[in-house]
């Protein structure tokens, strides 16, 4: 049989047969060659997310760095030592670096209950007749914000029955307000914070008190 097999058509099978083998040969090369590429993309995938949380953690944790050496103002409220039923609101930095106050805010409003407060604080701006000079609080210091006592209670009043409204809690004083500042060693440029506060007058037949009262977005801190 290989006698009438034409010489041609021998070298024209062998050719077809090294085609074919070489084809298989360079498809599983390439077959390889993509799990090879699929697994090194998978480990570059992987290595890519473990890099990414790591870093996430890392920012997560120098930002609780920063807000543990940060300033926090605080707001208080101590009786005063010498005017009976007389009370001053304290700004006090309870953080670990000095704290500027850059400005304040204040309102006294008469309403039934805190649930008759605005849902934003608001504000009546004053003009005063020299600028807001700022206050520098190093750590643990203290400044008066805010004073009120019984008399002003009366002078909110344009008549007795309201005031006796007020002493029989069948309308409420309520004091609000913020204080605004910056941590002194950080940029010039760098976040501003507020602190709000807000308060309940309460008044008794002989003493009176100040008690923390007001929706969430009252006490807020930032």
């Known amino acids: 049989m290989a006698a009438n097999w034409p010489l041609h058509e021998r070298i024209a099978w062998v050719a077809n047969l090294v085609l074919v083998i070489v084809g298989y040969a360079g498809i599983m090369l390439a077959i390889s060659t993509l799990k090879k590429i699929e697994r090194q993309s998978k480990y570059a995938e992987a290595s890519a997310q473990a890099a990414a949380e790591c870093a996430q953690a890392a920012l997560l944790h120098a ?19 010498s005017r009976e039923n007389s009370f001053i609101v304290m700004a006090t930095n309870r953080g670990r670096t000095p704290a500027r106050i850059i400005s304040t805010a204040e309102q006294i409003v008469v309403a039934i209950d ?26 643990g210091e203290s400044t008066a914000i805010k004073p009120f006592s019984r008399d002003d209670a009366k002078g909110l009043c344009d008549s007795a029955d309201r ?29 501003v ?12 037949r002989q003493k009176s008190g100040l008690v923390i009262a007001g929706p969430p977005e009252y006490n807020l801190h930032t």
């Open 63 to 81: 930002q609780a760095i920063v807000h543990s050496e940060r300033p926090w103002i605080l707001v208080t409220v101590e009786p005063s030592r």
């Open 114 to 139: 805190e649930n008759s407060l605005p849902g934003t604080p608001e504000y009546i701006h004053k003009e005063h007749s020299a600028p807001f000079t700022p206050i520098i609080l190093l750590p």
């Open 163 to 191: 005031f006796k409204r007020i002493e029989t809690w069948e309308e409420k004083v309520f004091l609000y307000g913020k204080v605004i500042y910056k941590d002194l060693i950080a940029p010039t440029d760098g976040q």
């Open 193 to 204: 914070h507020e602190s709000n506060w807000c308060y309940w007058y309460i008044h008794g």
